[in-house]
């Protein structure tokens, strides 16, 4: 049976769903629950906002369990989107209800030893960014996770947008001619609900400039080289959770890439920016 519609159908089909029409619940016959995917969401911090809601409204989604160091947040969000099962510590959280996929939302210093704590317990896991905080505990990861039969997946999903495939189109037909350069920037004033962006393992490349460094390596190619410089502008920042703290990541990035056949790209991202487009 083919899924193509035409532009016709699908402008028909949008138009309904801009106007209201109740299509969830006939995709949600079509998932009985013991074919959703169990899932618990460890970090019930600033980022859980924007994952719950969308997991707790999909078909395909049965959500199991929060978990939080700060057992609050946890309950909290539990409550929020009607999660039956809480918990304040990974150990407990693997050891209780079961599930398929652990959603790790964490800080970013904590990412890879939870990330292989997961793989271990025979849990598939997606990861915020960065999936792990060197190259090698990454590599680790992705071969623990094929040794053990699971999937590991890694924010951000760029890649995978409808944009991305138009760009990607685009050049690959040709439209834009030989593209043989490219930019890309992302900056704010920097976060201040936590301290970790600020501290060892934090910054603003594997926060912000992540995105930027996935979407053009995906729509030019690997990068064959690549040199880059940091800095740091602001020594201390304030933030909610520790108050004043000494900046130890950097907060000003600059990347240049080397695609190979003549193309390079430039990355530019900081916590340093007047943001005109809002965060």
């Given at each position: ?65 929060t978990c939080d160091i700060i057992f609050d947040r946890a309950k909290k969000q539990a409550e929020k989107f009607n999660v039956p099962n809480q918990y ?192």
């Amino acid at each position: 049976m083919s899924h193509k519609i035409s532009r016709k159908e699908f402008i028909a089909r949008g138009t309904a769903a801009v106007a209201g029409a109740m299509v969830l619940p006939a995709v949600e016959a079509m998932t009985p629950a013991d074919k959703r995917i169990k899932v618990a969401v460890i970090g019930c911090g600033s980022v859980s906002n924007m994952y719950l809601p969308h997991l707790s409204k999909s078909p395909f989604v049965e959500l199991v369990s929060t978990c939080d160091i700060i057992f609050d947040r946890a309950k909290k969000q539990a409550e929020k989107f009607n999660v039956p099962n809480q918990y304040d510590h990974i150990d407990k959280l693997l050891k209780g209800a079961p599930f398929d996929l652990m959603v790790n939302l964490t800080n970013m210093q904590e990412h890879g030893r939870l990330n292989r704590q997961a793989l271990m317990a025979g849990k598939h896991v997606w990861s915020e960014k960065p999936m792990a905080n060197t190259y090698k505990e990454g590599k680790e990861l992705l071969d623990l996770s094929r040794q053990r039969g699971l999937r590991i997946w890694g924010a951000p999903a760029v890649v995978n947008s409808p944009q991305f495939a138009f760009m990607s189109q685009a050049i690959r037909a040709g439209k834009l001619g030989k593209v043989s350069s490219a930019h890309a920037h992302y900056g704010h004033l920097g976060p201040t609900w936590s301290a970790f962006f600020y501290e060892q393992g934090g910054g603003s490349l594997p926060d912000l400039g992540v995105y930027n460094l996935a979407t053009l390596t995906g729509l030019l190619g690997p990068a064959r080289s690549v040199m880059a410089m940091t800095s740091i502008v602001t020594p201390e920042r304030t933030t909610d959770n520790k108050g004043k703290i000494p900046v130890v990541a950097e907060d000003n990035a600059m990347v240049l890439m080397d695609h190979g056949n003549g193309v390079l790209s430039h990355v530019q991202c900081g916590f340093n920016y007047f943001d005109p487009y809002g965060h």
